[in-house]
């Protein structure tokens, strides 16, 4: 890529050798545990800590009753198998490196020892103490050692969070904390207890080292949130399976590993011994038959499965995931109570080692998770809101329904017709209810009764598979709805309504018209679209209509009547002065609502003074070799798309108000084929500003951009936004573009040259200053200034030169001007809280 028009690309060579001057204590911790694997004999072993390594290993056994004072230290640097070896070389090269890249390399290194040495003494300390007088997790670990360089890396990270933009601070310890929890509640070993300690001192040390100063909370995104809640959701999912990791663990929630553990018996023989004399063993060991076998194994996963399927639809913000992920959880509080009797298990087991107290205890943590994980949801449902067209959840139910149905009925027929081929002997009934106990996970069957089991090869492979069949179906066809998105339009009405866009009308804002939340009127012979949405029975449209021109009235006033029979109050949002003529022979009032700046990239130039600052600006750019890149998000690499989410998210997690829509497009609004990304990168290869721009056309050719999307990466230069619009309008000019429009400025009014010269102000109030609506508005622009900065917006496109072409509402009546008001309010503000307009408030009182 060249400079001026590509990013330029660093060598491999050149990243690597930038990767070794910024993270070398992260490199050098990665061969320092190589070698002590290797020299200390864990690299070639497989299973816990080895004897020969014992002596560098800290627990209470070795720290306190041997006096082994060192190894709190040793045991940061030395990995007690292959497997802690590999996670910790790739932690350390990627995870310990963010942290030294945040912190510096000094820093890290203090973080990395303060944080895991006292981890690992006050663990210590906690264990011996606690099994002193019969705690139940300190006496089950008190004789465990610990090797495990991951806790310093644990503690280090969460140390460098402190150092993070806000964005990464949030992300780092939310994901941090909730895999270290999830790891301590499912394995519970004292290796996830000392990382659990670790990121709490990592968090007390980052406020030391910012010298006290203790970060406030940032707002997320509504992507940024549906993902973090997606992820949590996810870490959760997979905490059963964490509990099978050696060595075990005591966690709280350690017994769920016996649903995947349940000892092998032989079915023959177990069959035969039942079915011949039914003894009191015979239910348990017909439990533990029934549960053989690759198909019991795959139900006994379903929760996981299901979790990690509710975890890929909160991401895409799907309200049905949201419903899933609160049934599944409500699910997994029955769990511990009716696990095969492996709660009894391990409850006996455990109350042999401490009071009954402490055992409920440890048996109602086991609620803990999914009652935390259906509160998370509930909290935040706002985020997710995105639901399904009818026909597909009818075809969803179709689907699933009948899979449910044809396998339900199959095995129940070749059952019944072999009823007297059961272990014990079955009756229709107990036929009946083994059919539902068949799409049932593992886990719940001891709360179903005494399981019958089939010795006929047909019917047992019908019990096998039918229930894994049913939740695959369920699974795809969820995937599938998950994808089927409820707009109020089709994909055909979107086709059309770009046709029309490229055929010319809608003005330089027409394509916000393809957005979601925009419905679509056409007119009967197709020619003729508006764009618009409906919000407490007003209906209001986005820009122009997109008509030929000479049609005009003619498309308005058949909207107007579609309105009319649909009970709506039209409302006609950032139309330009061309369509004023048509309100006012329909005798609607109209009031402008902002000024858009256009510029004129054929008569573009940067000569004279009043283009010296964005001039200064441009030659800055050029000077500090700032690229360009003209591009769509589908042509651009993972890396450079993950940078713009980055800053985007940055630039959202900064501002305590909710994040407006409407006219004003995110992060998804960039992914539009027709859209144009125009982006700004330093030397190196990093970002330091990303623009959008929507096309306007005339008979299929692009004659104008719009820009929508500016954000700025921190750091960046000074003046980047002006270079990228400069750079962006030369480029313009170069392809022919008539018209570079820097959008509206809601709010806005253009100044009094431009005023005069225009010949504004006659009319109504011509001589009497402004109207009384102008003052309205006026005190809106300054009152809103300190939240969204219109002004300042407003201004800044000033340094163009551009001139202004004012926007106007026009509504049919004054006195629905109030509902007016609290549509359009919703339109920006859809998914604003009660809390997010308090902080508003608080902003504009400020």
């Not at 990627?94 to 890290?108: F, I, K, Q």
């Not at 809601?746 to 005069?756: E, F, G, N, V």
């Amino acid at each position: 890529m060249s400079t001026g028009e590509t990013a330029r690309r660093p060598g491999v060579g050149s990243a690597l050798a930038r990767y070794a001057r910024v993270a070398p204590a992260s490199i050098a911790l990665a061969v320092v545990v190589l070698a002590t694997s290797i020299a200390t004999g864990t690299l070639w072993s497989v299973a816990a800590v080895g004897r020969p390594a014992t002596v560098w290993a800290a627990g209470v056994t070795t720290t306190l009753q041997a006096g082994s004072w060192w190894t709190p230290v040793t045991a940061l640097f030395v990995p007690e198998d292959p497997l802690q070896l590999v996670a910790t070389v790739l932690l350390s090269l990627t995870v310990l490196a963010a942290a030294e890249r945040l912190l510096g390399t000094a820093r890290t290194v203090f973080a990395f020892l303060v944080t895991g040495v006292l981890a690992v003494v006050l663990g210590v300390l906690l264990q011996a103490g606690a099994a002193s007088i019969g705690e139940l997790w300190a006496k089950a670990t008190e004789f465990d050692v610990t090797l495990d360089p991951t806790i310093g890396i644990v503690g280090a990270l969460i140390t460098a969070s402190a150092f993070a933009a806000s964005l990464w601070r949030r992300r780092i310890r939310l994901l941090t904390f909730s895999v270290v929890l999830v790891f301590v509640l499912y394995n519970g070993d004292q290796n996830n207890v000392y990382r659990l300690i670790a990121a709490l001192l990592g968090l007390a040390l980052g406020v030391i080292l910012r010298r006290g100063s203790i970060r406030r909370l940032h707002r997320s995104s509504h992507q940024e949130t549906r993902t973090l809640v997606a992820g949590i959701v996810a870490i959760t999912a997979f905490g059963p399976l964490l509990a099978l990791l050696p060595p075990g663990g005591f966690g709280p929630l350690s017994f769920v590993a016996a649903l995947f553990q349940q000892p092998a018996v032989d079915v023959a023989q177990v069959l035969s011994r039942c079915d011949t004399s039914y003894s009191s063993n015979c239910r348990a060991e017909l439990l533990l038959v029934s549960v053989q076998g690759p198909g019991a194994l795959l139900l006994s996963v379903l929760p996981l499965a299901l979790l990690l399927l509710t975890a890929i639809g909160l991401r895409r913000g799907r309200r049905f995931a949201l419903v899933l992920g609160i049934v599944v959880n409500a699910a997994m509080l029955v769990l511990p109570f009716t696990a095969l009797g492996d709660i009894t298990v391990v409850a006996d087991d455990v109350s042999a080692l401490g009071p009954a107290l402490e055992v409920l205890l440890w048996l109602l943590a086991a609620i803990l998770v999914p009652v935390a994980s259906i509160a998370l949801l509930i909290a935040t449902r706002r985020q997710f809101q995105l639901r399904s067209p009818r026909d597909a959840f009818v075809r969803f139910g179709i689907v699933v329904v009948c899979t449910f149905g044809l396998l339900a009925l199959a095995y129940l027929v070749a059952a019944l017709s072999s009823l007297t081929e059961f272990v014990p002997d079955a009756t229709v009934a107990d036929v009946f209810a083994s059919t539902l106990r068949r799409f049932v996970p593992a886990g719940f069957l001891s709360a179903l009764g005494t399981p019958i089991i089939p010795t006929a090869p047909v019917v047992w492979l019908l019990y096998q598979w039918v229930g894994p069949a049913f939740w695959t179906v369920f699974v795809f066809a969820t995937l599938r709805l998950y994808r089927a998105s409820f707009t109020g339009r089709t994909v055909a009405d979107e086709e059309h309504f770009r046709a029309l866009l490229r055929e010319g009308g809608g003005g330089t804002l027409g394509f916000m018209g393809t957005w979601p939340g925009n419905v679509y009127w056409f007119s009967a012979d197709g020619e003729a679209a508006v764009a618009y949405r409906v919000i407490n029975g007003i209906a209001i449209t986005l820009s122009d209509p997109v008509c030929p021109p000479g049609r005009a009235q003619r498309t308005i006033s058949e909207f107007v009547q579609f309105c009319d029979v649909n009970s709506w109050v039209p409302v006609f949002y950032s139309i330009h002065g061309e369509y004023l003529p048509v309100f006012e022979a329909l005798g609607w009032p109209t009031m402008s609502v902002g000024e858009e700046t256009l510029m004129h990239p054929q008569t573009f130039d940067l000569v004279g003074k009043p283009w010296q600052k964005v001039r200064q600006a441009h030659n800055r750019g050029i000077k500090a070799r700032i690229s360009t890149l003209w591009t769509r998000w589908d042509d651009l690499s993972p890396l450079i798309q993950t940078q713009i989410t980055a800053v985007s998210e940055q630039w959202v997690s900064e501002k305590e108000l909710p994040e407006m829509g409407f006219t004003l497009g995110g992060i998804a609004e960039l992914k539009d084929p027709d859209v144009r990304l125009y982006l700004a990168f330093d030397p190196d290869g990093g970002l330091q500003a990303v623009t959008s721009w929507l096309p306007s056309w005339r008979d299929g050719r692009i004659v104008g951009w719009t820009i929508d999307f500016m954000r700025r990466a921190d750091g960046s230069m000074s003046g980047i936004m002006e270079f990228v619009i400069a750079s962006a309008a030369q480029r313009m000019r170069d392809e022919g573009v008539e018209v570079l429009s820097l959008s509206g400025a809601p709010l806005a009014t253009k100044p009094d040259a431009d005023l005069a010269a225009a010949g504004e102000g006659e009319g109504e109030g011509d001589g009497d200053g402004p109207t009384a609506m102008d003052r309205v508005l006026a005190f809106l622009a300054r009152t809103l200034e300190p939240a969204y900065g219109f002004a300042s917006l407003f201004s800044f496109k000033s340094k163009f030169n551009p001139t202004y072409e004012t926007l106007y509402l026009a509504y049919p009546d004054p006195l629905a001007l109030p509902a007016i008001g609290n549509a359009i309010s919703r339109a920006y503000l859809p998914d604003a809280n009660a809390r997010e307009y308090v902080a508003l408030a608080r902003t504009l009182v400020r």
